[in-house]
């Protein structure tokens, strides 16, 4: 039998837009129209979960938004660890159940802090070392110089990781150095041993966890490399000069990454101030999807209603999308031709499975095929059929144990659960 490519009944797990600081379907934060003079600081009050109560949030209102299977989930340091040596794994065991409750996994981060006052380093810390303030008219503040602090900081990962590294809905970390938002600022400023030691926490007690990072440092990501897959997060997607000059050498110097590690973008701004912008929308989406994206946080605040057929089909290509092609049968040998037609593979090894219903009975078969080598473009996949009872069977496929997020193939063929039915074998 052979089948047509048809757009998923619904969003796929692991790819696609991120919800931030919010969870799936809860409220959009309302548009923001950035104006010079608030020295771009308009998004300080979200950039740290959780959210104080006083945030505008009538974006659903406004514009749509796409359906998010990850969570992206900032924390402060000070939240995980209040007290030096004392840490608050129920804030993250509570994190992690709410997202579960939401059908979704969590990329986490865990920054030192962030700009505002009130998201500094944990008051602990101030008693030992020196902490810089935000210097007065400045949108970013420094990180502490003292080798003490990336010690300590990197304690607080190392507990993070031994404590949730296991937990499956902890799914991505998005690696946290230096600087506000732990997003590398003036990362010139510590010794590269020290990184390279931050950086080998990482890799050492994040071992069942997706690891990406800033593009802004790809020597520090393929050191990490070494021992773990480590994908990349471009910040500032959107302007201009970010896709056309400062993205392009940076990618080139990890092009192959996307292979074996996911690639993350996070807006400039946001779509509604793209919009306002003029930045060309068809130009960004062709470049992202150039480039092998798999998730982009897009910040929970409203696209603009216009753009949605164009978000739609720019979602429908991130990640993997699965279609089978055809199946054939060769006595007890049954081969299967899939196309991966988005742009990255799924990096979470999912069984995949058979299903064999006929009068003898039904029957699963756990197969040995690897989806994660599936890169776009068609693969083809050979299964030997198990040693069943005589007769015909309708034969369906699928991705995923019962414990598994469902995963939608894009074809035409009737679904039931996480199963396509896809024809019929005589044994």
């Not at 919009?275 to 470049?287: P, S, V």
């Not at 994206?293 to 696209?303: D, R």
């Not at 007769?391 to 996480?418: I, K, N, Q």
């Amino acid at each position: 039998m052979t089948f047509a490519y048809k757009r998923e009944e619904g969003q796929n797990p692991f790819c696609g837009f991120t919800s931030f600081q919010h969870f799936r379907g809860e409220k959009l934060y309302s548009d923001i129209v950035v104006r010079p003079e608030n020295r771009m600081t308009e998004t300080e009050n979200v950039e740290c979960y959780p959210i104080p109560d006083d945030v505008p949030q009538n974006g659903r209102e406004e514009g749509y938004y796409p359906d998010s299977t990850i969570a992206y989930i900032r924390i402060l340091w000070k939240e995980f660890e209040p007290e030096q040596g004392v840490y608050n794994y129920d804030f993250i065991r509570q994190i992690l159940e709410d997202a579960r409750a939401h059908d979704q996994v969590v990329c986490f981060r865990l920054m030192a802090h962030s700009t505002r006052a009130q998201d500094d380093v944990p008051e602990w810390l101030k008693s030992l070392i020196p902490c810089p303030e935000r210097p007065p008219m400045m949108r970013v503040k420094d990180s502490p110089t003292d080798p003490l602090f990336l010690k300590l900081f990197g304690r607080a990962v190392q507990e993070l990781g031994d404590a949730f590294d296991s937990d499956p809905t902890f799914y991505y970390l998005d690696i946290s150095l230096p600087g506000a938002w732990g997003e590398g600022h003036k990362l010139e400023l510590f010794p590269d041993e020290d990184i390279q030691g931050l950086m080998d926490i990482y890799v050492e007690h994040f071992q069942h966890t997706q690891l990406i990072g800033q593009l802004a440092r790809p020597e520090m990501l393929r050191y990490a490399s070494r021992l773990h897959p480590a994908g990349w997060r471009g910040d500032g997607l959107g302007d201009p000069f970010h896709i056309n000059d400062r993205y392009p050498p940076l990618i080139a110097e990890l092009s192959d990454v996307w292979k074996v590690a996911p690639v993350s973008f996070e807006a400039y701004w946001w779509l509604g101030e793209w919009q306002r912008k003029g930045w060309d929308l068809d130009h960004i989406i062709e470049k992202t999807l150039e480039w092998h994206i798999t998730a982009f946080n897009g910040k929970s605040i409203p696209v603009p209603f216009e753009w949605q057929e164009k978000v739609d089909a720019w979602v429908a290509k991130m990640g993997y999308h699965f279609m089978l092609e055809s199946v054939e049968q060769t006595g007890r040998q049954v081969t299967l031709t899939v196309n991966n037609v988005g742009v990255a593979p799924l990096y979470h090894r999912l069984p995949l499975r058979l299903r064999l219903m006929g009068d003898a009975g039904t029957y699963m078969v756990d197969t040995p095929v690897d989806v994660t080598a599936w890169l776009p473009g068609q693969w083809t996949e050979t299964v030997s059929l198990p040693d069943l009872p005589a007769g015909e069977y309708s034969l369906a496929v699928g991705l995923g144990a019962d414990t598994d997020p469902l995963v939608y193939w894009c074809m035409d063929a009737p679904r039931d659960g996480r199963f396509y039915t896809v024809g019929k074998v005589t044994l």
